[in-house]
T-cell receptor
Framework: DSGVTQTPKHLITATGQRVTLRCSPR?????VYWYQQSLDQGLQFLIQYYNGEERAKGNILERFSAQQFPDLHSELNLSSLELGDSALYFC?????????????FGEGSRLTVL | GQSLEQPSEVTAVEGAIVQINCTYQTSGFYGLSWYQQHDGGAPTFLSY????GLEETGRFSSFLSRSDSYGYLLLQELQMKDSASYFC???????????FGSGTQLTVLP
């Protein structure tokens, strides 16, 4: 158990809908990262927050948005969902930002868009 | 652009040694990490190399050559539980965000 909690674990929804994925980082970690993993693919970096502020942005679609709240939990919002958005969405946390060292990953939220 | 290349599959027998290579092309490179993932579960950190050379952690070792843009993960005394996907990831940019390779599926045979 990494200490990173993601909810929901599984989510099935329809095209055009909107969903929110939630992540609670490890106690004391200030950085939160979101990654997308499609079937048999690597992890695609979406976005990073550090202590409430956006720190880095990767290949995140305009239909997707995220934020980190004062209590350091983070939410990833996915809207106007398409079939291709079906994937595992991982949240990871680290104590600081900008070290490149160990990230602690949650178990992921599996999104299925029908 | 940013890219990391690693073999898609590797097979070895229990007790053997296997090396998973990773070559990278990325600007603003700071270091190379390795992660293990079992069957779509949470990726778990194995090692990180910021400097050239070998880092050893138990049965696992990782190597980096910055001049060759190349690294590898060495797994010794393979066990069945080592069957998993292994990802190399390059830390880049001022935020040191990780760019992952596509992963190598390691199958350990009895």
């Amino acid at each position: 158990d990494s200490g990173v909690t993601q909810t929901p674990k599984h989510l099935i929804t329809a095209t055009g809908q909107r969903v929110t994925l939630r992540c609670s980082p490890r106690s004391g970690d200030l950085s939160v990262y979101w990654y997308q993993q499609s079937l048999d693919q690597g992890l695609q970096f979406l976005i990073q927050y550090y202590n409430g502020e956006e720190r880095a942005k990767g290949n995140i679609l305009e239909r997707f948005s995220a934020q980190q709240f004062p209590d350091l939990h983070s939410e990833l919002n996915l809207s106007s969902l398409e079939l291709g958005d079906s994937a595992l969405y991982f949240c990871a946390s680290s104590p600081q930002a900008g070290t490149g060292r160990e990230l602690f990953f949650g178990e992921g939220s599996r999104l299925t868009v029908l | 652009g940013q890219s990391l290349e690693q073999p898609s599959e590797v097979t070895a027998v229990e007790g053997a040694i296997v090396q998973i290579n990773c070559t990278y092309q990325t600007s603003g490179f700071y270091g190379l990490s390795w992660y293990q993932q079992h069957d779509g579960g949470a990726p778990t950190f194995l090692s990180y190399n910021a400097l050239d050379g070998l880092e050893e952690t138990g049965r696992f070792s990782s190597f980096l050559s910055r001049s060759d843009s190349y690294g590898y993960l060495l797994l010794q005394e393979l066990q069945m539980k080592d069957s998993a996907s292994y990802f190399c990831a390059a830390a880049r940019g001022s935020a040191r965000q990780l760019t992952f390779g596509s992963g190598t599926q390691l199958t350990v045979l009895p």
